[in-house]
């Protein structure tokens, strides 16, 4: 996507994703929290308006007398973005979309997620596969997470999937973007939004992701798992903000020897 098709820091444009727009450039999980206060005051220091929610592992109905989660961040005020965490195949991922979809009174926007093994927590790209086709054919709207191969990257977009998502590193690693050159070419060739998903281990590698110009970066992680998970959410949401402004704003090209600010030509002597 063009930066010439943004706008300026004071108004930026919005982040588009299956047609809705959103202010924020930053999602975050709903994992590893102390508690659900914990996680409500980290969500808002973050700025986020998109909070993903792994539907095996959190409940949000589905267990009635349980804390719910949609009790501190409910849907009137954030997009819930059911997940597929912890499925391995893809009949698993399809059932617990269609779960999230019943839960959630006909919601459409999932995330879909295949895990190859429970040591890496690589995608199963053929599994991934498999399931964004059916659920793309039974209505859902897919923002997909995948490895940094720009084909499988395109292929994925051009099954419908309404975001791609590469890993910039396993996830929870905290490793940051190990591929930039993969990840700026999944860039340079998607139609709909790239958004990093999984590696991130602090602002630095935010403002990194940003700077490749990727729309966005989701994050759980490296907020839930820091020591002051509050202060962290505001450090990533000022991370993305600068990122984006400084991918916009064009970085000078890198060179191997110095080049005078204030050039000697025309001085007087």
């Known amino acids: 996507m063009s930066a010439s098709t943004d706008q300026t820091a004071s108004t930026p444009a919005p982040l588009v994703i299956a047609g809705r727009e959103y202010r924020s450039r930053l999602l975050v999980g709903t994992g590893k929290y102390r508690d659900l206060d914990e996680n409500r005051r980290a969500t808002e220091a973050s700025g986020a308006e998109i909070v993903t929610v792994a539907i095996r592992r959190t409940n949000i109905g589905q267990t009635p007398g349980e804390p719910n989660l949609l009790d501190v961040l409910p849907p009137d005020r954030y997009t819930i973005l059911p997940n597929t965490a912890g499925c391995f195949d893809a009949d698993s991922a399809v059932r617990t979309c269609r779960l999230a979809r019943e839960l959630l009174d006909g919601h459409d926007l999932v995330k879909l997620e295949v895990l190859g ?9 053929v599994e991934t596969l498999k399931a964004a086709e059916i659920l793309i054919r039974d209505g859902f709207k897919v923002m997909v997470y995948t490895n940094d191969d720009p084909l499988i990257a395109k292929r994925l977009e051009t099954m419908g999937c309404v975001a791609v998502m590469p890993l910039a590193a396993p996830i929870g690693s905290g490793l940051g973007v190990r591929n930039p ?41 490296a907020i839930a798992g820091a020591r002051n998970p509050v202060l962290m959410a505001s450090a990533m949401k000022k991370a993305v903000e600068a990122g984006r402004e400084a991918w916009l704003a064009g970085r000078i090209p890198k060179k191997r020897f110095a080049s005078a600010s204030s050039p000697l030509d025309g001085l007087f002597f």
Not at 186 to 205: F, K, R, Y
């Open 181 to 221: 050159y993969n990840i700026l070419t999944i860039v340079e060739n998607a139609q709909v939004p790239v958004l990093v998903d999984a590696g991130v281990g602090t602002a630095s590698d935010a403002a990194i992701a940003m700077e490749l110009g990727c729309d966005g970066v989701l994050m759980n992680t």
């Open 117 to 125: 093994d429970q040591k890496t927590l690589f995608p199963d790209i």
